[in-house]
């Protein structure tokens, strides 16, 4: 079955008992059991819930993976896979990432004794460089956030390979439509489902897919002993997200195509950063592992007081942290999503006062087109 086919019908069959066409929302915490010894297979809703247990069916073939957990945000299921690390256990991370997992890993995970070592990732040779003798992980994002930067998911997967690494890919701009790490060769990929994979801006979810046997057993059991799991109606609005999916990138790539060529030429923006343009360095690379450009663009006004008044001029767009969903968000990543890398970091990434980044929803393009000129005339 291909991409739709999978996302409508797969963990989405029609209910056994009443033929329901939309999974069941099981609101329940336990179960009854026939008695000692006896189990339904269902025992407490931490553990397993049946419209859970839909989604992460449904996911696992979404990513072309054998297995999927979901979990209650993004943050959750990345911290999920870095837990099945150890205190001493080293890790290879990229240093353009959303600005939560930096949190995450240099605010909490370190005081647990994991270390991090940050690479620029679009080159797979600083990857090497970084190993040392208790490296376990590799960790990338790509695109990355939010300078669109593109990490070669098969050439890293292969020197994780050569030196046992596992390899994790925060799969979450491109989503399971655009990108299959798996197929190339990582061991998990992550998620944050609050952004393409919900789609409606209404909800906070994330997931780890992986085809590693031996990883999947670890990840099932801190999702159970930690407990960040979803509640079972986050788990039906994923599922009623999942069978739009395919139709939704398609037009979130269109729109994104036209307005990359827009803003590129116009002459208020200084630069303006998508794997589709011409001008892009690793367009080529996109075009070799992504079916698409996605939806993600972030650009340069030039200095904070222009970004200020695009960001107070917008109509259409609205001015707001997240990506992902049908209507277009605008952010100003130096004061909101990355707020928390000191600024000299940020510098170093490119990461202006003048910079924007602009998630492009499904809206009409035209509309979006009209706003975006009006605003930056502003
Ligand atoms: C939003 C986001 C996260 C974090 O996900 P939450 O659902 O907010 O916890 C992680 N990675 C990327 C790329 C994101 O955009």
Redesign the pocket.
């Known amino acids: 079955m291909k991409f739709s086919t999978t996302a409508i019908h797969t963990g989405q069959e029609p209910d056994e008992r009443t033929g329901a066409v939309s999974v069941p929302i099981f609101q329940t915490s336990t179960y009854a059991n026939p008695g000692i010894g006896q189990s339904t297979g269902y025992d407490y809703s931490r553990a397993i819930n049946p419209t859970r247990t839909a989604l992460e069916k449904n996911y696992a073939a979404l990513e072309g993976a054998e297995y999927a957990f979901a979990f209650a945000?993004?943050?959750?299921a990345?911290d999920a896979v870095l837990r099945t690390l150890s205190a001493g256990d080293h890790v290879v991370a990229a240093s353009d990432m959303?600005g939560?997992?930096y949190r995450l890993f240099s605010k909490i995970l370190t005081r647990f004794g994991v270390e991090f070592t940050f690479a620029d990732m679009t080159d797979a040779a600083n990857i090497e460089r970084a190993i040392t003798q208790r490296t376990k992980m590799i960790y990338t994002?790509t695109p990355s956030?939010p300078m669109m930067l593109l990490a070669d998911l098969h050439a890293i997967a292969g020197i994780a390979k050569a030196h046992n690494l596992l390899s994790v890919v925060?799969n979450?701009?491109a989503s399971p439509y655009l990108q299959s790490p798996i197929a190339l060769g990582f061991d998990a990929s992550v998620h944050?489902?609050?952004?393409y994979l919900g789609g409606h801006s209404d909800l906070?979810?994330?997931a780890v897919m992986t085809s590693n046997a031996a990883l999947a057993e670890q990840v099932k059991f801190i999702q159970y002993a930690v407990g960040a799991v979803p509640s079972p109606f986050e788990c039906w609005l994923l599922l009623r997200s999942a069978r739009t999916l395919a139709v939704r990138m398609r037009q979130h790539c269109a729109n994104a195509e036209t307005i990359a060529d827009f803003l590129s030429s116009h002459k208020r923006v200084v630069k303006t950063y998508y794997p589709g343009l011409r001008s892009h360095p690793q367009r080529e690379l996109a075009v070799r592992q992504m079916r698409g450009f996605g939806a993600m663009i972030s650009f340069d006004a030039g200095s904070l007081d222009a970004a200020r008044k695009i960001s107070e001029s917008v109509r259409v767009i609205t001015f707001a942290e997240?990506?992902g969903g049908v209507e277009s968000l605008l952010c100003h990543p130096a004061t909101m999503t990355h707020g928390s890398i000191p600024a000299e970091t940020r510098r170093e990434l490119g990461i202006t006062d003048g910079l924007l980044r602009l998630s492009v929803g499904i809206e009409d393009v035209e509309d979006l087109v009209a706003d975006l000129d009006n605003a930056l005339r502003a």
């Open positions: 945000s993004g943050l959750s990345i959303y939560g997992t994002e956030n925060d979450t701009f944050s489902s609050t952004k906070i979810g994330g997240s990506l």
